[in-house]
């Protein structure tokens, strides 16, 4: 018995290692097919980039364009103040002050052929020097601060002081002067060095912010 059944278990074992090279040379196939058609999609990827394209620009919002014209037209009704040698247009809400000896905070637009940008200018007036440092706002029960940033310009004549910034406002800044152009009492407090002046912000210079924050939006400005 035991002499017949060693030739069988010969045999099944020949047919096992037959069988695993079978298996294995199907699966190098199938491995080989597989890596061919990842080599074709990537190709594809790579051999179609008006696709890519399309999925990078897709429901992407183009900004607003606007002529000469338009702009001429949006910033009509504004004082212009011309600087021939920086090649630039100021423009200021006509009820804005035209010079710096006034209490003021205001906004207005500089223009360089078509390229149109907000300013902020704030200004003290008095009879001593703050030399501020800060201004401090209470916007309807809300504080907020602006700080200078730039250089303040000091000046003096006829018994007065002056002391005003001109400044590139952030982002933060034009959200301070909307919430004050939409209140109903905004104050503010410019901090110098040791002394302090509060003032109300009148509902002239709200209305004049409020001007030139619907002409920026107007011009599709992004804050």
Not at 101 to 111: A, F, H, P, S, V
Not at 196 to 203: G, K, L, M, Q, T
Request: aromatic share 8%.
């Amino acid at each position: 018995m035991k002499q017949e059944e060693l030739p069988s278990k010969k045999k099944m074992a020949l047919w096992k290692k037959v069988g695993i090279g079978v298996l294995v040379f199907i699966g190098i196939g199938q491995l080989g097919k597989s890596c061919d058609s990842k080599n074709e999609s990537t190709s594809t990827v790579n051999e179609s980039p008006a696709e890519q394209k399309s999925l990078d620009t897709v429901k992407i919002a183009e900004p607003k364009t606007f002529s000469s014209a338009d702009i001429d037209k949006i910033l009509s009704g504004l004082r212009k103040d011309k600087d021939d040698f920086q090649e630039t247009t100021f423009y200021k809400d006509p009820n804005s002050p035209k010079t710096s000896i006034e209490n003021e905070i205001l906004l207005y637009l500089g223009r360089s052929g078509d390229y149109v940008y907000p300013r902020l200018q704030i200004q003290y007036s008095g009879d001593d020097w703050l030399f501020v440092s800060t201004y401090h706002f209470v916007i309807d029960g809300q504080k907020r601060t602006i700080l200078p940033e730039e250089k303040i310009t000091r000046d003096n004549g006829s018994g007065l002081v002056w002391e005003y910034v001109d400044k590139k406002p952030s982002n933060i800044d034009l959200l301070i002067l909307k919430e004050i152009s939409n209140s109903k009492v905004a104050k503010m407090r410019y901090e110098g060095k040791d002394r302090v002046f509060d003032r109300e912000i009148s509902n002239k210079e709200k209305k004049s912010i409020r001007r030139m924050m619907k002409i920026l939006e107007d011009l599709d400005f992004k804050m």
